[in-house]
């Protein structure tokens, strides 16, 4: 059973607009939880970690929140631009350490359009 | 410069060929990971070191081999290639905090 679910699948902005991308996950332990941007043919670049109870990261355009409570997270990408198309990946690790496995979403991919 | 750096970039591979993938890094790491890539889904981690000389089995090691000859380099190796073998993977490096993932290798067995 996949133990990580992003919503929205795919997503459709108009450049300049906002966007919101949602990571619901059944992983426990949780230790920490990473967003990773995918760009087509390419590997995985990290975006945040987010680590404690209702942590807020800001990276940027990029920002992002953690709720353990209700094992869920939001990437929000704030005036999105042309090269922000891509995959974006949620991942759980259930270590503090390189120990831990991760587990991976399968990712929404955003389309951002003139 | 790429801090972990896969090749080939693609293959082609015929069914029961051996296909070998290698990774190599310089980000001093001690962990290496192989992790396949299917559409629809996650990665899925395939085999796992945390040391060289030794490998560990991942979630789906099943016709799958690894090697970790150093610190720098780990391949990953299948014997006998199989259509459902067809698939991106990709390699990663970590320490307690930091994960870097390779470009990605794209398989096609026919």
């Known amino acids: 059973k996949t133990q990580v679910e992003q919503s929205p699948q795919s997503l459709v902005v108009r450049q300049g607009e906002n966007c919101v991308l949602q990571c619901n996950y059944s992983v426990t332990p949780d230790n920490h939880l990473r967003w990773f941007k995918q760009d087509t043919g390419k590997g995985l670049v990290s975006l945040t970690v987010?680590?404690?109870?209702?942590d807020k990261t800001s990276n940027g355009r990029y920002s992002a929140t953690l709720d353990k409570d209700a094992k869920h997270s939001t990437l929000h990408i704030t005036a999105t631009l042309l090269d922000d198309t891509a995959t974006y990946i949620c991942v759980v690790g259930d270590r503090g350490s390189a120990l831990g496995r991760l587990h991976f979403g399968a990712g929404t991919q955003l389309i951002v359009i003139p | 410069e790429a801090a972990v750096t896969q090749s080939p970039r693609s293959k082609v591979a015929v069914t029961g060929g051996k296909v070998t993938l290698s990774c190599h890094q310089t980000?001093?790491?001690?962990?290496m990971y192989w992790y396949r890539q299917d559409t629809g889904h996650g990665l899925r981690l395939i085999h796992y070191s945390y040391v060289a000389d030794s490998t560990e089995k991942g979630d789906i090691p099943d016709g799958y081999k690894a090697s970790r000859p150093s610190q720098e380099n780990f391949s990953l190796i299948l014997e006998l290639a199989s259509l459902s073998q067809t698939a991106v993977y990709f390699c990663?490096?970590?320490?307690?905090?930091?994960?870097?993932f390779g470009s990605g290798t794209r398989l096609l067995v026919i």
């Open positions: 980000n001093n790491h001690d962990y």
């Open positions: 990663a490096s970590s320490d307690s905090s930091d994960y870097t």
């Open positions: 987010l680590v404690h109870e209702n």
